[in-house]
């Protein structure tokens, strides 16, 4: 079980909230997400991808002391759009099993033909 940050008593994972000393610990209606805190006084904005493209209209900018869309400038971008080749792979098997069901068999057939001759 989590705990709160300010606090430090175990909170539930879906709160959005300490139930002890009521510090918000998801913001917006995103249960689940991580909520980033500033450590001091700077608001997160300051360090914030979001804030140095200018791409952010949340109204908390440019003073957010929380957020769960922060991402620091600093860090380089994990996020990808693509899916990746094993998901892609599990997709593909899953639209054709038929198809490889068939060839499974036709392989089976032909392997008893040839161990026949
Ligand atoms: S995403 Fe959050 S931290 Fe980043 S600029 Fe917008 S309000 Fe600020
Ligand atoms: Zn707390």
Not at 64 to 77: G, H, I, R, S, W
Not at 80 to 101: D, E, G, H, I, M
Request: proline share 9%; glycine share 4%.
């Amino acid at each position: 079980m989590p705990e709160c940050p300010k606090c430090h008593q175990f909170v539930r994972s879906q709160a959005i909230a300490c139930p002890h000393c009521r510090l918000p610990l998801k913001a917006h209606g995103h249960p689940g997400m991580k909520l980033f805190q500033a450590t001091n006084d700077e608001p997160l904005c300051a360090s914030c991808v979001y804030h140095a493209d200018n791409s952010c209209n949340f109204p908390k900018r440019p003073y957010a002391m929380d957020c769960t869309l922060y991402q620091d400038v600093e860090q380089p971008q994990a996020v990808s759009s693509q899916p990746q080749a094993s998901f892609r792979l599990q997709q593909w098997v899953k639209r054709n099993t038929p198809l490889l069901l068939v060839a499974g068999l036709l392989m089976i057939s032909l392997g008893v033909v040839l161990v026949r001759r």
